[in-house]
C-alpha cells in the first residue's frame, strides 16, 4: 500500500512524478557522474592546486554559500507552494502537476548549483573529498525541499480550499 494511496479523486503519484523525474535528473544524475569523472581525473592524472593555500577558506566559503542557497530553496519553495495553481476545479489535478513542476524546476536547480560549487572546487584543487562533500551537499539539500507526500497531500488540500474560495491562477 502506498502512501499517497487512498480514496481521493485525485492521482498523487501522477501530480508528483513530473517535479520529481526533473529533479533527479538534475540534482542525482548529472551531479554523480559528474563526480565520477571527478574521481577518475584525480585518480589518474593528479590535477594541481592551483589556488595554494586558499583552498582551505575557498571550501569553508563555499560550504556557507551552499548552507545559505540550501535555506533560500527551502523558502522559495514555501514560497511557491503557496500560491495559486489551479485554473479551474475542472481541470484540478492536471492544473496542480503542472503547477508543481513549474514550481519545483527553479528551486531542483538552486540546489543542484550547489554542487557547481563542488566541481568548481576541483577545478581549482584537484581535491576530490571536498568535492565530494559539497555534491553530498546538494544531495542531502535536495532531499529537504523534494515533495514528499505529506507535503503533497496538504498541497492538494490547500489548493483546492483555493480554488473553492476562487483564488484562482491568473494567466
Not at 528551486?107 to 563542488?118: E, F, M, Q, T
Request: proline share 5%; aromatic share 14%; charged share 20%.
Amino acid at each position: 500500500m502506498s502512501l499517497l494511496s487512498d480514496n481521493s479523486d485525485v492521482d498523487y503519484h501522477r501530480i508528483l512524478a513530473r517535479s520529481l523525474y526533473f529533479a533527479l535528473l538534475f540534482n542525482v544524475l548529472i551531479p554523480a557522474v559528474l563526480l565520477y569523472i571527478c574521481y577518475y581525473l584525480a585518480h589518474t592524472y593528479f590535477p594541481p592546486n592551483r589556488i595554494g593555500d586558499l583552498a582551505r577558506p575557498l571550501f569553508y566559503l563555499l560550504v556557507g554559500l551552499a548552507v545559505a542557497q540550501g535555506l533560500v530553496a527551502w523558502w522559495w519553495r514555501r514560497k511557491l507552494l503557496a500560491r495559486p495553481m489551479v485554473v479551474s476545479l475542472e481541470s484540478f489535478q492536471e492544473d496542480l502537476r503542472n503547477g508543481l513542476a513549474a514550481a519545483s524546476r527553479p528551486i531542483a536547480l538552486l540546489v543542484a548549483a550547489i554542487s557547481l560549487y563542488g566541481f568548481l572546487y576541483f577545478a581549482l584543487t584537484g581535491f576530490f573529498k571536498e568535492t565530494g562533500v559539497l555534491v553530498l551537499a546538494s544531495f542531502l539539500a535536495y532531499q529537504v525541499v523534494r515533495p514528499r507526500p505529506g507535503l503533497l497531500r496538504n498541497l492538494v488540500e490547500r489548493q483546492r480550499k483555493m480554488a473553492e474560495q476562487g483564488k484562482l491562477k491568473r494567466g
